[in-house]
């Protein structure tokens, strides 16, 4: 099955633009994720959207390859670091055991119910063991879509922990925070981080 929603694509494509131009700040979490991986580190950056977080990764010292799975959005990326930023569907992520920590800010939200623990998968492979993985969802009780038209998945706690533990990452730490996100509106956000056992 794809892991990608046409309409959340088409959103990307249309407003890429618009959303690289916004003042953004780190993103929640990742001066947290940076400290517990080591200078100069490789990290792949799903959903990089604009590049701002793959720009302070950069700026820190860190080996950033960034990825997103719009083309818009990679090219507007792209100009914010002088650098390529590949188009990477999540579903094709091949890598194994390739880096130290992978970042997927407000990405795998979009990511359809029955894809998710695939794609986690995924995740698992490309990290070295002894890595870390972070991403960050919104929070509910089932998929859906927002008033753009794109869609989320919208997870539970309880769902979200057994996703992620049918993809091989045992006892993941789930936190919760109240924010908001490019529609402004108030949202509880999941942020989760797990780590790659050693062998």
């Known amino acids: 099955m794809t892991v990608s929603d046409e309409k959340t694509l088409e959103f990307y494509a249309s407003e890429a633009r618009t959303y690289a131009g916004r003042t953004r700040v780190a993103a929640y979490g990742l001066n947290n994720f940076l400290a517990r991986i080591s200078p ?30 719009s083309p818009e959005m990679a ?20 890598d194994v ?37 972070h991403a960050s969802f919104k929070g509910g009780k089932g998929e859906g879509r927002d008033r753009f038209g794109r869609y989320f998945n919208y997870p539970s706690v309880d769902w979200l922990q057994q996703q992620y533990e049918r993809a091989g990452w045992p006892s993941p ?17 999941l942020g989760i981080t797990a780590l790659k056992k050693q062998p």
């Open 97 to 133: 055991e390739r880096f130290d920590g992978i970042w997927a800010s407000a990405c795998l939200l979009h990511v359809p119910r029955a894809g998710l623990c695939s794609v986690l998968s995924r995740i698992h492979r490309a990290l070295k063991p002894g890595g870390i993985f």
């Open 75 to 94: 090219a507007q990326a792209e100009r914010l670091l002088g650098r390529l930023v590949l188009v990477l569907p999540f579903d094709q992520l091949d």
């Open 173 to 189: 730490v789930i936190q919760q925070r109240q924010g908001s996100g490019y529609d402004g509106e108030e949202t509880l956000w």
């Open 40 to 69: 100069g580190a490789k990290v792949l950056e799903l959903g990089c959207g604009a590049g701002h977080d793959s720009l302070l990764m950069l700026q820190r010292g860190f080996d950033v390859t960034a990825t997103d799975g």
